[in-house]
């Protein structure tokens, strides 16, 4: 009779304890009352547009909220004189003001500290316009007395670990050279260590032997001895 009693008061304790387990689990597990059908919600990630993921994400630039680089700031101020025009085949820039009738300081130095941005659309009105100002007319004359502006903001591109960066400063150099030809030796060795890191790297090294070649064709014999100073396995193209 007791073992009776006592088997039919462990049942009643059983059945009090069952919902509190099952309240526990059910937290444990993240579901209501232990529901284990419980779905969960789909990944953001998988509800993307097929779009989104083909196309480059362009910054706001006139988003105050988001922090800006120097040059994020201009090009949101209208500092920068033109702005990016979307084409379904290649993108272009549209100018407030025409590049020749822009004063060269601040606007290419302004271009020239842009090659360092990584995002779209700076990377590309950075590039894009200090290359098209390059392309005036007197071009030369009004960019040699800037170069000790530019140099520096090349240097720390050239000196970027985004490589990205790195070409796109290469580049500008070379449009540089390009304009300013023997003018750009005495500041050659302030770049080229830069250059020298990226140079052992064989998966650049011929697009850098090709822009060192540019530099010595338009600089003359003087910039062949500051090169192989700093690079000394380059070949010399004389």
């Excluded at 006139?62 to 990016?84: H, I, M, Q």
């Excluded at 140099?151 to 960066?165: D, K, W």
């Excluded at 001895?225 to 700093?230: C, H, L």
Aim: proline share 8%.
């Amino acid at each position: 009779m007791s073992s009776a009693r006592t088997k039919s008061s462990s049942a009643k304790l059983s059945q009090r304890a069952t919902p509190g387990r099952l309240e526990t689990e059910g937290k444990r597990s993240g579901t209501v009352g232990g529901n284990a059908g419980a779905r969960a919600r789909p990944n953001q990630a998988s509800l993307a547009k097929p779009s989104a993921r083909l196309n480059a994400r362009t910054i706001n630039p006139f988003d105050d909220a988001a922090p800006k680089s120097p040059f994020e700031a201009a090009y949101a101020n209208g500092a920068v004189p033109c702005r990016l025009q979307h084409g379904s085949v290649k993108h272009k820039l549209q100018w407030t003001t025409p590049p020749e009738n822009l004063n060269f300081d601040p606007i290419l130095v302004t271009f020239a500290e842009g090659l360092r941005e990584t995002r779209h659309p700076y990377t590309f009105v950075a590039a894009e316009g200090l290359k098209q100002m390059l392309t005036i007319e007197d071009a030369e004359l009004r960019t040699i007395p800037l170069l000790p502006k530019l140099i520096p903001p090349l240097r720390q591109g050239l000196g970027s670990a985004n490589i990205e960066v790195f070409f796109r400063s290469l580049q500008a150099l070379m449009q540089l050279s390009d304009v300013t030809g023997q003018h750009l030796n005495p500041h050659l060795n302030t770049v080229l260590p830069q250059i020298s890191r990226k140079a052992l790297d064989k998966k650049h090294k011929d697009k850098i032997v090709k822009a060192l070649q540019q530099l010595e064709y338009n600089g003359g014999r003087d910039s062949m001895k500051v090169i192989k100073a700093r690079i000394p396995t380059y070949s010399s193209i004389y």
